[in-house]
Every structure is written in structure tokens, then in C-alpha cells.
């Protein structure tokens, strides 16, 4: 049987983002901000943990979005 394991992206509530979540919010501006703030993409999670040896590469293919 083959383990698995998670990728995830988490974003911290920074005072900034906080301000940036309002009905109609451009949620790919929250992004950019969570981004610059310090924020791993899920992305960049996944290629994290193939080279790592803990997942493959295709299985980080199929994770992306960015």
C-alpha cells in the first residue's frame, strides 16, 4: 500500500490581506499579497516535496495551478 501525503498552501491573515477581503475582492490581488508577504503556493509546495524524494514529479504536475 502507498502512503500519501498532503500539499497545501496556507495563508496567513496579515492586517494587509485582512483589509484586501471585502465583498467583490480581487482574489488574485489577495494572492499576490499573500505571495509577497511570505506565502508558499501549492505550486511551489508540491515541487517542495519532489525534491524531496516525497512525491513524484508528475504528482506535483497534477497539483499545480499557478
Known amino acids: 500500500m502507498h502512503g ?3 500539499v497545501h498552501e496556507l495563508m496567513e ?3 494587509e490581506i485582512r483589509r484586501l477581503i ?3 475582492a480581487d ?3 489577495i494572492h499576490e499579497v ?3 508577504q ?3 503556493s501549492i505550486t511551489q509546495s508540491a ?3 519532489a525534491r524531496q ?6 504528482a506535483a504536475y497534477r497539483v499545480r495551478t499557478d
Not at 524524494?53 to 508528475?58: T, V
Open 47 to 49: 515541487l517542495a516535496l
Open 13 to 15: 491573515i496579515t492586517p
Open 4 to 6: 500519501r501525503r498532503s
Open 38 to 40: 511570505g506565502m508558499r
Open 22 to 24: 471585502v465583498p467583490g
Open 53 to 58: 524524494g516525497e512525491i513524484s514529479l508528475a
Open 27 to 29: 482574489a488574485d490581488r
Open 34 to 36: 499573500a505571495l509577497s
